[in-house]
């Protein structure tokens, strides 16, 4: 066994699924040599019991168990969408080529065929847990770039969500929650006038929810057949709240900046606002002198770019 396959996979959690006792040895055993933390489940609904306790990175499982078996188990475990992107790889006796393709089917995205070489199986597992933490990874710095965004299958069902967007339409939609196959019916909807063959990227719908409205932009429609899609959500006063922190402005001057950005004149910033125009030329003489800039134009310019990141 390499030392590189024995690392690859170091600090991993695996949940193997198995029924019988011998190989259940084995597998944690050869796990745990490689740095590896092994859950067991000796069944499918011990499995799934599991499932809502802690999330593993990987899931080994075997094909043929009593009971609920590993196919049903797996369709069960994919059709929840906090488990869309866990990797379950096939353990299996069965050799038939449809054997294998309806554990593919299952929603497995690989297989290793028993008895089992070691060498093998930390390789298929090496690659698999770096797949998804790629995955994980982009997903995260979506987030982390105040993009929390999804995507979504052409037939609606719910392909990813970075943890970000979850988290924002859970709160949004009380009593949905990201195991959901498919988003919630309004926010579905909306998705759906975006899904059209001569949609351009940069489309944009939006649904009123409560005090926020919730905008969907579409980026683009993926080989794999996946709708991706950028979540915003917008709230009365986070313009002016964010120009004000930005370019270090009152909450007033920011209130003129956000109308000045938005085309309007002075006479009609001071009918808006109820105050006089004068003190709407005070105000943005203060924009310009913080801002750095001489005249609206150029404070347009940098507002709208402000508020577009």
């Not at 790629?134 to 052409?154: H, K, M, N, W, Y």
């Not at 943890?163 to 909807?189: C, D, K, M, N, S």
């Not at 944009?204 to 929810?209: D, P, T």
């Not at 950028?230 to 900046?257: C, F, M, Q």
Request: hydrophobic share 45%.
């Amino acid at each position: 066994m390499s030392d590189k396959a024995i690392g690859s996979g170091a600090g991993a959690t695996i949940l193997v699924v198995d029924d019988t006792p011998e190989s259940l040895r084995f597998l944690n055993s050869t796990l745990e040599q490689a740095g590896m933390t092994v859950l067991i489940a000796v069944d499918g609904l011990a499995a799934l019991d599991l499932l809502e306790h802690v999330t593993p990175d990987l899931i080994l499982m075997d094909a043929v168990m009593p009971g609920l078996d590993g196919f049903k188990t797996t369709r069960r475990i994919k059709a929840d969408g906090r488990f869309r992107n866990l990797p379950v790889i096939f353990m299996t006796g069965l050799t038939e080529t449809e054997h294998v393709v309806h554990g593919l089917e299952a929603g497995a995205v690989d297989y290793v065929h028993k008895p089992i070489v070691v060498d093998e199986l930390l390789a298929r597992v090496s690659v698999h847990l770096a797949n998804a933490r790629i995955s994980q990874g982009s997903q995260l710095a979506l987030d982390t770039a105040g993009r929390p965004s999804f995507a979504v299958e052409d037939d609606g069902t719910t392909g990813w969500l970075t943890p970000l967007a979850a988290a924002t339409i859970e709160r949004l939609f009380p009593g949905w929650t990201p195991r959901e196959v498919r988003l919630p019916e309004p926010l579905a909807a909306t998705i759906k006038r975006l899904q059209g063959p001569d949609v351009p990227a940069g489309a944009q719908a939006s649904i009123q929810i409560g005090d926020s409205v919730v905008e969907c932009t579409f980026l683009r429609h993926t080989s794999g057949r996946e709708w991706l899609f950028r979540l915003t959500e917008k709230r009365e006063g986070d313009a002016e709240r964010i120009l004000a922190e930005r370019h270090g402005l009152t909450s007033r001057e920011a209130e003129v900046l956000v109308w000045i950005s938005r085309g309007k004149q002075n006479r009609e910033i001071s009918e808006i606002l109820q105050i006089s125009p004068r003190t709407v030329n005070k105000h943005l003489e203060q924009v310009f002198e913080k801002m750095g800039v001489e005249n609206r134009a150029s404070a347009t310019a940098i507002a709208v770019a402000t508020l577009a990141q």
